[in-house]
């Protein structure tokens, strides 16, 4: 196969054409989307989403309602979201508690100073990492960061490098790298970027198995033709 190589725009282009415009499916308020983080468990758009459901109509996701529940309460609200409704039950108490005490009962007033600063204070929040802070600031419209999908970051660089490390940081590093270097500092491009390559690496870049044969822009995939070359290569 010859490789056509594509810019990250033309890419992302591809992707929309195929699979149509994206729109989250998360709430995109910071504190709501660390509430919706918990509904679910293993965490998935589906499991969050039925969880967060449940939580609005039985308790409601504001702090004070939160903090007013009893765990059993928040947990049999949990229970559509999938497993361990109890442990998730606590983490929102924390969640909602930290907000209340430390910043007012709303969120936003943690992102002042710095976006160093403000990214540490979120990684404090429980199940909330480089990538989660970086969806929360991009979403939230904080800073137009260059966020990656946690669970695919390989989509990117398998495109346009061929391979993804086997250190996920670096991975996730790289992903951003080549989001920073090609998409403009803006918070629609960067959105319309992580959604894009979220449903392709949900739905065919898969980070095992990945489905090359229907894939869109496999003819410009650095990966695709890593693969292809193999294929071609006498026993």
């Not at 990250?8 to 149509?20: N, R």
């Not at 100073?113 to 600031?137: W, Y």
């Not at 495109?159 to 991975?171: F, I, W």
């Not at 898969?206 to 890593?226: D, I, L, M, N």
């Amino acid at each position: 196969m010859t490789l056509k190589p594509l810019s990250v725009p033309s890419l992302l282009d591809k992707l929309e054409a195929s699979y149509g415009a994206q729109k989250p499916c998360w709430p995109v308020e910071p504190y709501e989307f660390l509430i919706w983080w918990h509904c679910g468990y293993p965490a998935s758009d589906v499991t969050c989403t039925k969880g967060w459901t449940a939580l609005k109509k039985e308790v409601g996701v504001e702090p004070r309602q939160i903090l007013n529940a009893t765990q059993a309460k928040l947990a049999h609200a949990l229970k559509a979201g999938g497993m361990v409704p109890e442990v998730r039950a606590m983490r929102l108490q924390q969640i909602a508690e930290r907000v209340e005490n430390e910043f007012g009962g709303d969120l936003r007033n943690a992102f002042v100073g710095r976006i160093e600063d403000v990214r540490k204070k979120l990684k404090k929040f429980p199940g909330i990492a480089e990538p989660g802070a970086d969806r929360i600031l991009l979403f939230g419209k904080i800073a137009p960061v260059a966020a990656v999908p946690s669970n695919c970051p390989h989509v990117l660089v398998r495109v346009q490098l061929g391979l993804e490390r086997e250190n996920y940081s670096v991975t996730y590093g790289e992903a951003q790298s080549l989001i920073e270097a090609e998409i403009p500092k803006q918070f629609h491009p960067r959105q319309r970027a992580y959604l894009l390559l979220k449903e392709h690496g949900q739905t065919l870049c898969k980070r095992t198995k990945p489905k090359c044969q229907e894939c869109p822009v496999s003819s410009h995939c650095a990966y695709f033709a890593g693969k292809d070359r193999g294929r071609s290569r006498p026993l």
